[in-house]
């Protein structure tokens, strides 16, 4: 799987509140809870579908969901490229 074009936004909100190493300390050691973590973000889909960020939510899920992808955005947020 290629960069994401969301990868750049999620990495500034991410630098923006202080949340870059947590993230990348969360991929690194809690990957195996993402999958869950997709899950329970599903059941809020509803909720945020309408919003202006509705789909950028579900590319989160979708991300999340999916091992590999995790591991290529970890490898980007800590400045690997991809």
Aim: with cysteine.
């Amino acid at each position: 799987m290629m960069k994401s074009n969301d990868w750049k936004s999620w990495e500034v909100f991410l630098e923006r509140w202080g949340l870059r190493s947590l993230a990348c300390e969360m991929m690194d050691h809690a990957r195996p809870l993402f999958p869950f973590a997709a899950q329970v973000m599903v059941l809020g889909l509803p909720l945020f579908k309408g919003s202006p960020f509705g789909a950028q939510y579900q590319r989160l899920i979708d991300m999340l969901g999916d091992e590999d992808h995790v591991a290529l955005f970890s490898k980007y947020l800590q400045g690997g490229g991809v």
